[in-house]
Structure formats: structure tokens, C-alpha cells
């Protein structure tokens, strides 16, 4: 994270959630066939919660285009953080995309790569770094790249598991943590850290709704604080950040063109 390292945020704008499920879901197609024709593989790293939902039923749905052109035998699908509930509970990320998405598309047991939440926090945590250093096969200090990561961001600015004030975002030399969030209900999660998740080929934030405006307006354009505004340790080593939101979330920000896409540009 040299300082003056510029970052290039382009943001799509739809008119409503609906519309904001379509793009992200033919996002996900372009992005996982362009690392599939490279690399011969796509792996990436998905986050939970209602907007990605309805992304994920679009993928599944026989009757849209998605499922179809999706190259659902060269993926991995892992997870950019999870709660520390076990796997059928309504709170846990990946029962929700088991639901929407897993099972109803063609994909193996071996390219679903779960956090065992149902683990003691450290434990499930430890398991997951190294899930990640076997399946990446990677070596010493490395850290995996996924092709994709996908994020959301909430009210209070934090991003996957990375809450504000909380220890995870200090986090610099592991893959995995366990992550104490007090704010929510006294709760554990396990994360993706920031370096990780910085890594990736291309990373994306998909946010709707009005409570999301002004925290989005202050992580892109008010001055830096990372502790109060995790969202803000996003800064991918590619230099790109692509967000989709819906007009609601992006009621702050810089009028778009006339194909609903912004451009903000910011240095460190």
C-alpha cells in the first residue's frame, strides 16, 4: 500500500434493485468467462446478504440467459466471510447461497469451498487459511488471487467482516481471522483480511438502498479513516474498484454519463 498509488473507481448506476441484480449477474458472467479463457479456471470469492441473493437466483433461473453461458464446470466458489453459525442456519452466508444459487446449478462438492462456521471461531478461521493455501496450492508468504471478489458494504461503512474499530482491520500478515464484532449482538465472524481481498484480479462492491448513501459518499469522497470506515482499505492492487448500485445508494455521488456510469479517481 505504497502512499500516491492512484485508485480508478468506475460505478454503474441502475433505476431500481431489479435492474442492479441484472447487471451484477452479467458481471459475474463476463468476469468468470474472462478468467475461465485466460487461466482456464475462475475463482471467486462471494458475500452474502439480499442484494447478492437476487443476483445469484438470476444465475440459477433456467429461464434467464445466465445459467446457460455460465462456466460452471471451471469454477471455485469460496467465501469472503461468514458468520460463526453452523451451515443450515438462517444467518449463515452460505446456506443462503446454497438456497439461491448452489443448489440449482451444476457445480461439485470439490469447487465449493465453505467456511465452517459451525467451528470455534480461531479454529474455523486457521481451517480456512489453509483450505485456501492447499486448494491455490500456494507457497510460504503468498496469498491467493482470486479472479473475482465480490463485497457489499453496510450503514456503518464496514465491508465482509471488517467492522469498525474492530481487530480484524490491523490484520496485515494472515489470509483468515476470527473477527469479534461487538455492535453486532456480541457476535464472531470469519474474514477474508484486506491485503487478501486487495490482491484480487478485479474486485466489486454491489450496494442498494438509501441507507446506504451517505456512508458510500464518505468512503469515495470524504478524507480517509479506515478505522471509523473500513469500506475505505479497499484499494485493489490493480488500481481499479468497480462498484453497481442502484440510484438509491448513489444519490451522493457525481452525476453519471448517459449510459448510467461514473468515474471518481483518488491517490494515496
Known sequence: MRAGRQLRIKYYVEPDPAALARRAAQYFLEMAGEAVQARGRARIAISGGST????????????????????????????????????????SNYRMTREALLDQVPLKPEQI???????????????????????????????????????GMGPDGHTASLFPHTEAIHELSRLVVANHVPQQKDSWRVTLTWPVINHASSVFFLIAGTDKAQVLNEVLTGPRDPERLPSQLIWPSSGILTLILDQAAAALLPATDGEGCGFLEKNR
Do not use: Q
Not at 469460496?78 to 444467518?91: K, L, S
Open 52 to 91: 447478492p441473493k437476487t443476483t445469484f437466483a438470476l444465475l440459477a433461473d433456467p429461464h434467464e440467459r445466465w445459467r446457460a453461458h455460465m462456466p460452471w464446470d471451471s469454477l471455485d466458489i469460496y467465501w469472503v466471510d461468514e458468520r460463526c453459525v453452523p451451515p443450515g442456519d438462517a444467518d
Open 113 to 151: 469451498h465453505r467456511i465452517e462456521g459451525e467451528l470455534e471461531p480461531d479454529v474455523a478461521a486457521s481451517r480456512y487459511e489453509s483450505e485456501l493455501r492447499n486448494s491455490f496450492r500456494l507457497e510460504g508468504a503468498e496469498s491467493p488471487r482470486f479472479d473475482l471478489v465480490a463485497l
